[in-house]
């Protein structure tokens, strides 16, 4: 099997980390991903972590482009994305 395949099982515990800002996103199998028609990756839906210390607070998602995914590694994906290119969701 090519080593260069990732099953998303495996890829379900890598944290993702934005080098950018130095934010974490928690795992991937605690986000979502969109795929597009063709199987291509398109798209990481995070869920936004300032929004998790509040109880009564709105859930917060944060869109980023997969262009902004830099590597993937052994146990993280790194995106390298500046604040005013992410789409906040809400």
Do not use: C, P
Request: charged share 30%; hydrophobic share 35%.
């Amino acid at each position: 099997m090519d080593q260069n395949i990732k099953y998303y099982s495996e890829m379900e515990r890598y944290e993702i980390i934005n080098i950018n800002d130095g934010n974490k996103y928690d795992y991937l199998g605690n986000n979502d991903i969109i795929i597009d028609s063709g199987g291509n990756l398109k798209i990481l839906i995070l869920s936004d972590s300032k929004s998790k210390f509040s109880i009564f607070g709105k859930s917060e998602f944060i869109e980023v482009s997969w262009e902004y995914v830099k590597k993937i590694g052994t146990k993280t994906i790194i995106i390298d994305a500046e604040e005013k290119n992410l789409k906040k969701l809400h």
